[in-house]
């Protein structure tokens, strides 16, 4: 059981430049999450997913898009990164319907993403 | 303003300390209340959570909801240096699916 996996674990980006986060769960959790985390600004949500097939806007959705196409993946992609997105990112499921309580939240282990 | 407040720190003290870590929030809607621990370069993890007012132990660890105050601490007694990390409040209302995280305080026990 790996719980929250996040690939890759490092990237280092040129402003312009495209990417996406993969973040992978083995929990048959419903809720999915992704944050940025900045000194000085604590977890901010950029989008989250309550289901398959849904997504949401969080605090900071801006120059960020999101897909769950699989109940077990949510991916989070950049267009066009800006040094701004300079950031640690972190993935997080939560709640099994009948199992674990909607404010557990499991985090990976973080992305650390440089924007040059 | 932001809905909740966390004194960042950092915050050192000696090995077999009595740490106190505190959270002020802003919405009264919150019902859940949880602290996150996160080691250098980790993940967060679920330490202790908390439903409405009270107390809770878990340990040498004690998490206090004050709803009237909209104030929540955790206590963590004979503490060590393996409680050196950073500790994030966070908070969620009944009908809610996301998380409220405080700023997080870093913690450092000196051995």
């Known amino acids: 059981n790996a719980g929250v996996t996040q690939t890759p674990k490092f990237r280092v980006l040129k402003t312009g430049q495209s990417m996406t986060l993969l973040c992978a769960q083995d929990m048959n959790h419903e809720y999915m999450y992704w944050y940025r985390q900045d000194p000085g600004m604590g977890l901010r949500l950029i989008h989250y997913s309550v289901g398959e097939g849904t997504t949401a806007k969080g605090e900071v959705p801006d120059g960020y898009n999101v897909s769950r196409l699989k109940k077990q993946n949510f991916l989070l992609g950049l267009e066009s990164a800006a040094p701004s997105q300079t950031s640690v990112y972190f993935c997080a499921s939560s709640w099994t319907s009948g199992g674990t309580n909607k404010e557990t939240q499991y985090f990976g282990p973080g992305t650390r993403l440089l924007v040059l | 303003q932001k809905e909740v407040e966390q004194d960042p720190g950092p915050l050192s003290v000696p090995e077999g300390a009595i740490v106190s870590l505190n959270c002020t929030y802003s919405?009264?809607?919150?019902?859940?209340f949880m602290w996150y621990r996160q080691y250098s370069r980790k993940g967060p993890e679920l330490l202790m959570y908390t439903y409405s007012s009270g107390n809770k132990e878990d340990g040498r660890f004690t998490a206090q909801v004050d709803k009237s105050s909209k104030y929540i601490s955790l206590f963590i007694r004979d503490s060590q240096p393996s409680d050196s990390a950073t500790y994030l409040c966070a908070m969620l209302s009944a009908s809610g699916s996301r998380l409220t995280f405080g700023e997080g305080t870093q913690l450092t026990v000196n051995p």
């Open positions: 919405n009264s809607a919150f019902q859940y």
